[in-house]
């Protein structure tokens, strides 16, 4: 008896896509150069981050025929995005056959006290976080695969750094804490106490943990990854710089050799213009996208 | 005798655990000069694409092509892709390694992945095994000195010939490491240790 939809095949694919790089792409031609630069799946988008903080309003699930262009162009996964709480628009994208949704704080949330309820669904979710309650919250919804929100279209790694100190920070935490310890602590973070006692004993996420939002370099990438992303997400860094196909490559490279760094030298050089970035004061706090969702 | 994982990427850390947890001396490998050292190597799952285009980007495609050809490898789902002689609509080049063709994202998109019992044939012993298909290729010829080790329903699902062992599914998933094992054996009786 075939089981799909599982746990187990959900968090199957994102180990696959482990080592690696996910690029978002707005055209068939921009999915076909990365997946050339060895990307290891598109996240199928009508706008990226950067463009959407310029156009303003509501952001909402790409058009169908975006999608549908760029899984034809490539046979690596196509991922997209949905709104925080939008559980039609995820419905949707799952009779459109995408490998992965990302309920994204990228889009306008559609539900300010809900998110989806992953577990309906057989398609995998990968869901955002700045934290380690969050992060908890959201594999207790349903999540396969967690990724640190950082500031999406900033082409700056500020946040993204503190994110993902937060939850390496708190799963060490919780593995140095006594059992008697572990309800408090689920107390304290907002998260179910046995997905608290599973992180004490495995010493990491139940799900793999990638990272997000303003990697703009190869050495971005690898800064990522030495601080625990088993995987990159780039937005904006790639299409919005002024060499796409070379700057996708480099950062490849980066994430597979993040600790051989004469190749990251080597990698980085003549990369041209990286995205402009945006400093965090410049960005208004309600038109921040990492506060959106809990 | 030690092991290397190939770890440009993709679930190599699984394969990696397994063989440490089987009190094995095991390396990830990311260069050619980690490859030296190794009398076996594993070519994980993950995306195929990736793994080419970053193996040959470093340098590292030729030598695992000189290395397979005298040392045993085993490949699982994208391992078997790199390792197959025939992959129709790839548009990249394969290791060439074992004469099999293989066609890619076989059972469809993610939703189609699936967790089923196989049934495998190890040292002449019939084995139920649980096979954990992920955006799995399926094998769609084989060669004359192939040999076939596991179906699932009408599929085969594992192959071996001399040096290379592969299959359509990912053991690095399970707990179980009968399958680590048996390359483990072969390996052995290949370098004589």
């Known amino acids: ?186 107390k304290r973070l907002g998260a179910p106490a046995e997905i608290v006692r599973e992180v004490k004993k495995l010493g990491r996420l139940p799900v793999p943990n990638f990272s997000a939002g303003g990697v703009a370099t190869p050495a971005d990438a690898s800064l990522m990854v030495q601080l625990g992303a088993e995987s990159v997400f780039v937005g904006s860094g790639i299409f919005k710089s002024s060499d796409p196909q070379k700057r996708a490559k480099a950062i490849v490279s980066a994430v597979t050799h993040h600790l051989d760094f004469n190749l990251i030298a080597r990698v980085s050089e003549g990369l041209g213009e990286a995205m402009p970035g945006l400093e965090l004061s410049a960005i208004p706090e309600n038109e921040r996208m990492a506060g959106r969702g809990w | 005798m030690r092991i290397g994982v190939l770890a440009v990427q993709g679930d190599y850390a699984k394969h990696h655990s397994m063989l440490l947890q089987m009190g094995l001396k095991t390396r990830l490998v990311r260069t050619d000069a980690d490859l030296a050292g190794c009398d076996a190597l594993i070519i994980p799952g993950g995306e195929s694409t990736t793994m080419t285009t970053v193996m040959q980007k470093h340098g590292l495609w030729q030598p695992v092509i000189e290395f397979g050809r005298q ?68 094998i769609s010829r084989s060669g004359a000195n192939v040999k076939i080790l596991g179906y699932h329903q009408q599929d085969i699902v594992m192959v071996e010939t001399e040096h290379i062992l592969a299959c359509t599914f990912h053991p690095e998933l399970t707990e179980d490491d009968a399958i680590h094992r048996y390359f483990h054996t072969k390996t052995s009786k290949l370098i004589g240790c």
């Open chain 1, 1 to 186: 008896m075939k089981d799909k939809g599982s746990m187990k095949v959900k968090v199957g694919l994102a180990e696959m896509l482990k080592g690696g790089v996910i690029m978002d792409v707005t055209t068939p031609d921009q999915a076909k150069i990365a997946e050339d630069a060895g990307a290891v799946a598109v996240m199928a988008l009508e706008r990226i981050p950067a463009d959407i903080r310029i156009h303003g309003g509501v952001a909402r699930m790409s058009d169908p025929t975006v999608i549908q262009a760029i899984q034809k162009t490539v046979s690596i996964p196509v991922m997209a995005k949905c709104r925080i709480g939008h559980f039609a628009e995820a419905q949707v994208l799952e009779a459109l056959g995408v490998d992965f949704i990302d309920e994204s704080e990228v889009l306008t949330p559609a539900d300010e006290e809900y998110h989806i309820d992953k577990w309906k669904f057989k398609v995998p979710f990968v869901c955002g976080c700045r934290d380690l309650g969050e992060a908890l919250r959201r594999i207790a919804e349903g999540a396969a695969l967690i990724r640190t929100k950082g500031e999406a279209g900033t082409g700056n790694i500020v946040e993204a750094v503190r994110h993902m100190r937060a939850v390496q920070g708190g799963i060490r935490r919780i593995h140095s804490l006594s059992d008697e310890e572990l309800v408090t602590e689920s």
């Open chain 2, 71 to 138: 040392k045993p490898i085993m490949g699982t789902c994208a391992g078997l892709i790199l390792l197959a002689t025939e992959v129709p609509d790839h548009g990249l080049p394969t290791l060439g390694l074992l004469d099999v063709a293989v066609i890619r994202n076989a059972y469809g998109r993610q939703v189609d992945s699936f967790v089923d019992q196989v049934t495998l044939d190890l040292n002449g012993k019939l084995n139920k095994y649980t096979g954990v298909f992920i955006r799995a290729p399926k």
